[in-house]
């Protein structure tokens, strides 16, 4: 284990409940009815634990979008190909994305890093090499990567995201690509939870019914053919996991160390987040939920994290458009703890 993943995991801290405390504390005494926040006030309360600051704010929220092809692409279980998400990134980084369109209006700083596309991507400008590899391989028939490989993708995700807390980012948003990522991410979540392909690869209409059965098909394969060790993360991400996981499992780590508020996406980031709880359990009570998409199993993990979604909208964009979304749900929470003004201030009567 390197030492940068070492030091990380060595120095996750609990949350501040000085911090919590004040927070929790501010609330009651803003002028406006008691407990009209809702989540809201739960949010600003955990986001005080998260930094150790009781009235922390959102100057510089960065969304970092991962990506990372998968061998099991090869046998038709994704909509996108491998030469798909070169083109995809081409896009991101030329503005024209759906996630651009997002970040923009979230007022939040895009970052795309390669950590694992199957085609050779140094040539375009703007897009982070990260890589760890040309993709991994088919986990139906080998190991998706090497252990040294799963352990230096997440290294590698630590390094990308103090490098951007370092330039004045505090608040991360997680956003990934790449093709077959999510039967990756339904694998994982099979060997964590000990549950069915089936539950994972549910089929959200006739048209997907077939690939659904198929992607159910090769997870089965693999997790038959590697038996994943469910109590050791390293080999879960190794055998049927992702580099562009693995970088996300990094991300999360290091901005737990940090204290810096992750926000996670979709399927992919939240099976990142579970293997990165296996590692360090204290990042659980820091993780937010931006939303529950439509993709099958993330309830399940949801569930298994004991975490809300914020929001519910039947997406399943990926690249980060639910973490992008809820960019100003929080600045909004931390604005209403800071800037609005207590009964005594305000000289308005208390509410009984």
Do not use: Y
């Amino acid at each position: 284990m390197s030492t940068t993943l070492l030091r990380a995991l060595q120095n996750i801290a609990p949350l501040s409940r000085g911090a919590q405390d004040g927070a929790q504390a501010r609330f009651p005494r803003l002028a406006m009815a008691p407990r009209s926040l809702g989540r809201i006030e739960c949010l600003a309360v955990q986001m005080a634990g998260i930094t150790g600051v009781p009235r922390p704010r959102i100057k510089s929220p960065v969304l970092l979008l991962l990506a990372g092809d998968h061998g099991i692409a090869a046998h038709g279980v994704s909509t996108l190909s491998a030469s798909a998400t070169v083109h995809q990134l081409s896009n991101f980084i030329s503005g024209g994305g759906a996630i651009n369109a997002l970040t923009s209006e979230a007022g939040a700083k895009l970052v795309v890093a390669d950590f694992g596309v199957a085609a050779f991507t140094t040539h375009h400008r703007g897009l982070q090499n990260w890589r760890v590899g040309p993709g991994t391989r088919d986990f139906s028939i080998e190991p998706a990567m090497t252990r040294a490989e799963a352990e230096m993708s997440v290294d590698r995700g630590i390094q990308l995201v103090e490098r951007e807390i370092d330039r004045g980012a505090d608040l991360i948003a997680l956003g990934d690509l790449g093709a077959a990522n999510a039967t990756s991410a339904a694998a994982i979540g099979c060997a964590l939870l000990e549950r069915a392909p089936a539950d994972f690869c549910a089929a959200r209409d006739p048209e997907d019914a077939p690939r659904a059965a198929l992607r159910a098909r090769v997870i089965e394969a693999g997790l038959g053919r590697h038996r994943p060790d469910a109590t050791d993360a390293f080999d879960v991400l190794a055998k049927v996991g992702g580099f562009e996981i693995g970088g996300l499992i990094g991300v999360i780590l290091g901005a737990a160390m940090r204290r810096v508020p992750v926000l996670l996406d979709g399927l992919v980031s939240t099976a990142a987040a579970l293997l990165a709880c296996r590692l360090a359990p204290a990042v659980r009570e820091r993780l937010i939920p931006a939303h529950l998409s439509a993709e099958p199993g993330h309830a399940l993990l949801l569930q298994s994290l004991g975490v809300e979604p914020l929001l519910s909208l039947g997406l399943t964009l990926g690249e980060g458009g639910g973490a992008a979304l809820a960019i100003p749900l929080c600045r909004a929470a931390l604005r209403m703890l800071d800037e609005v003004a207590t009964f005594d201030e305000a000289g308005v009567p208390w509410v009984a």
